[in-house]
Nanobody, 123 residues
Framework: QVQLVESGGGLVQAGDSLRLSCAAS????????MGWFRQTPGKEREFVAR???????YYEDSVKGRFTISRDNAKNTVYLRMNSLKPEDTAVYYC?????????????????WGQGTQVTVSS
């Protein structure tokens, strides 16, 4: 069992930056692929970024060049650095773990999920 706890959300203005953190329990964190997803009311959970167990990163098109995913295996933590935030980035952000080490942009391929952290970007 893996527990994930997100932090770092908040209310910011357009153009500001935030860094989300996701702390994971478990001794095999380094082998997991970690993903960030976001969700707004009435919409399906949307892929944002993922990082594989071998440290390759992938991004949804609308966040490329603005968001950066990274991981610190010594701290069992994955981060999402979000720059140049836009109002359309407003959502609840979730981190997720995929035990296959690869992950994907499909939320149903992730086994473990955090509780989410709210990000609100005002215009």
């Amino acid at each position: 069992q893996v527990q994930l706890v997100e932090s770092g959300g908040g209310l910011v203005q357009a153009g500001d930056s935030l860094r989300l953190s996701c702390a994971a329990s478990g001794r095999t964190f380094s082998s997991y692929a970690m993903g960030w997803f976001r969700q707004t009311p009435g919409k399906e959970r949307e892929f944002v970024a993922r990082i594989t167990g071998s440290n390759r990163s992938y991004y949804e098109d609308s966040v490329k060049g603005r968001f950066t995913i990274s991981r610190d295996n010594a701290k069992n933590t994955v981060y999402l650095r979000m720059n140049s935030l836009k109002p359309e980035d407003t959502a609840v952000y979730y981190c997720a773990a995929a035990i296959d080490g690869l992950g994907s942009d499909r939320f149903y391929e992730y086994r473990y999920w955090g509780q989410g952290t709210q990000v609100t970007v005002s215009s």
